[in-house]
């Protein structure tokens, strides 16, 4: 008989070495899909994970990690903390998008204005659109005890249909021939997040993705909000003893969060994107949930989950085109990795062992 | 503009139809959530249940087995997640969205030979002259079997979980595992039977869209009504018939949102077209004077410490 | 020190292999903004390049990448692909535009193609296909059909493509019913044929009895056969497991004679930047057989429409026309230009509604 055993505390070790086993389960099994999809294995699992690192145009691929990642790593920070204190934002996507919007908005407005502040204004109005559409749940849980789950997540459909009526209509490029979608900000000098160093995928988003991991490792290790935090998720009870106001702490993690996601959504349209338009969105509010427990709700594990993520979409892109691998096989090889490294988590908080019958 | 164009026998008889695949999902994860697992995955199994009923109704000729092979494909890949969050002990919200990622993923590899293919047809079940009466037959008499089932599911998960000893026992659970553990139940195996039963109704629910509403197969057809169903859960605070009740409001917003827009209502199409969300937040709120809660133990990993 | 040698020697002898057959092949790559399982734009963009595979054999090489959002996804997936030598690129959805231009600065020895955009360059054509051609005869045949003289329109977004379409079959079906009246439902989605398929129903409902869609699910279809006696046409593919009834015609999108002239143009290297705009007679558009279900009469009538756009003798927006607003459009005999269909953001004399904005 094998019986779990909580480890008082969490293993060192194995924290380190599951996602290495993880990842490497994903590739045998990730291989047998392909082997079973009539692809050579070992190719598909090199093209993924070899090719956007060391392949022969690595010099391409590795700084589109940051741009890939730097989105994920932004959102999935500010959604950690609220997690960590039992707080579900599940909107970031919504959050993202309104981020977007204004952001956008407040650049076009000045157009074709050439003047320093615009990117500055643009960026206070980037984290000012997530932070109000999360202060929405916010502000509801707190005033009639809604569930925010519920909420943030409806309004994520509705900010989908603004960023289409605002596709169409009031940011609607006048020169655009009647096509729904924006001006391009990449090519309006002083609200472009250009690259800071040309080809190196370094644009203002990835360093404020940066900037967000140390700040929230200060945060929980060094502050006392963040100690408020870790208390209410881990013991509420001892949290309300220690003085912790809830509605305070609702309102501080959703805004953050929203605020966060607002952000990498400013980022992304004035930069890599460059417009405004119907299908801007694409799942990084989600996705980010999911970087968020792979690192573990660690803002070092969230860094590193987002550019792992990062990686298997790369080399996805690179596995469909070289050897015709359908995008649902890449999904279905994402998916697994998530499972592997979730189950193989157990062995930090636990240990096996085989035990004598009377256990149980 | 012309409100008189919109009948509203005919709008309450389609409404019904809209909501029927959530309400399938979400009497599910009722269940499952009412035994204290939170299982983000229900668009995942939704899909996979879609193309396994699909796939199976078009192999046989049968819908009935096809509907059959959809509670089991959703099953089945809830499996997955039995795995991880009741054997491995994982994090819940992340193994649920994991779930539908690999669902969409492999509801898609299994699908590709059934692009452009049309399902046999279930019928309607027409009991002459009840069906014939007017009003209430086109709205209560004239629909497919599925929509009774979903009915009636609802009923027997009310039924169950008030007054049997297994609704007792599964409430115990998910209000307090410790407490359950401590009078002998069987914690674990009570929740996997309720993760199987959700499962089992996302792919029934993720069927009716394939094989009656639309129907036919395409990747990702599902298109979010899983998520839509999770929030239908909280939105009915745990209880069966509010369930019900926010999958006919919901369905009935969507279908009136498009009467409104065919009958040339000077109302903006994008604000007709987010009116079913906001709605939803507003009964929300309105609701939120009925203090009952989540289950205590909603989302929390039990382990057997002893 | 051997063993690491060995490697690099093996890895020389393999980018010699691949070098040398990339010299006798030409790599064609094709990023799709949706699952080649959709059913729709994309499934029929891939029949194109499977065509051009069939056509060429072992002289091209195709890849593609699906479901690539657009924006920085697809600015990379394009490089990626002309990185790997891709000879011919096709961006094949509206969003691609900036990133096809972006790209295309990059790379000005690789041609790009982009669909239904109209930004062009040295190296990027932008090309579309007269949906418009095919919905007048649509419009035609349903104008003919109806009994109860309403046809319900279902739309995915307001923008020209769209726009035109629901003009150009209003034209054609009041031309020969001028009783005729147009319901307008947006879907606001590309995609969730759950919401098609409530659209549709709710037309039935309000009494329309031909359904044309914009959308590229079949639910419309199997809604208007559940009602018994709808009259519906297949979108962007031939939907042929409706037919006879309700489907009794279609549009198709048939990309195919474009992506092999192109390809061939890249193979004999007399390619060049061009803004194509093809139709009924280039094949671009087809239309689906006319079923028995239509009278014969109104089959031919049909089948003669489509023979004078395909030999050019008649443009679906020819004068007189005025605009919705009453004020006027098109003198009698003139011809709508291209560049007002491109962002036709109006609708005709007789519509109602307002076009959302």
Redesign the interface.
Known sequence: MIVLEKRPQPSKAWSYATPLVAVLATMVFGGVLFAILGKNPVEAIGTIFWEPLFGEFSFYYRPQLLVKGAPLVLIAIGLSLGFRAGIWNIGAEGQYIMGAIFGAGAGLAFYPLDAWYIFPIMVIAGAFGGWLWAMIPAILKVRFGTNEILVSLMLVYVAEQMLASVSLGLLKNPEGFGFPGSRNLQSYESAHNAELIAGSGMHWGVVAALIAVIFAYVLLNRHMLGFHIRLTGEAPRAAKFAGVNPARLILFCLGLSGALAGLAGMFEVSGPSGVVSIDFNVGYGFTAIIVAFLGRLHPVGILLAGFLMALTYIGGEIAQSQLGLPAAAIQVFQGMLLFFLLAFDLLTNYRIRAARSEVA | MDLGEINPVLLVASLMVAATPLLLAAIGELVVEKAGVLNLGVEGMMIVGAISGFAISVETGSPWLGFIAAAVGGAVLSLLFVLLTQVALANQVASGLALTLFGLGFSALMGQSYVGVKPPDMGEIHIPVISDIPVIGPILFQHDPILYVGIALTTAVWATLKYSRVGLILRAVGENHDAAHALGYKVIKIRIMAILFGGACAGLGGAYISLIRVPQWTEGMTAGVGWIALALVVFASWKPWRALLGAYLFGGITVLQLNLQAAGVAIPVEYLAMSPYIITILVLVILSADKSSAPASLGRTFHASH | MKFTSLLASAAIALGLATGAVAQDKTKV?FVYV???????WT?EHNKGRLAVEEHFGDKVET???????????A???M???A??GADLIFTTS??YM?PTI?VAQKFPDVKFEHAT??KTADNVAVYSARFYEGRAVQGHIAGNMTKSNII?YIGS????EVIRGINSAYVHAKKVNPDVEF????A????????????A???I???ADVILQHTD???PQ?AAQEAGNVVTFGQA?DMS??APFPRVSSIIDDWAPYYIARTQAVMDGSWESANTWDGIREGMVAIGEISDAVPADVKEEALALKAAMAAGEYHPFTGPLKKQDGSDWLAEGEVADD?TL????FYVEGL???I??
């Open positions: 790559g949706g699952p080649v399982g959709d059913g729709g499934y890849v593609f990448v699906e479901s690539v959002p657009e924006g920085p996804d600015e990379r997936v490089t990626q692909m990185l790997e509206f969003g900036d972006n955009g109209y319900g977004y307001p923008i020209p319901k307008i439902v947006w606001y989605t590309w995609f969730d044929p759950a919401k098609e398929a409530d659209a129903t709710v037309l409902e309000q009494g699910s079949t639910a199997a593919s497991e409706y560049g491109a962002g036709m953001n109602e509604g307002e959302p904005q």
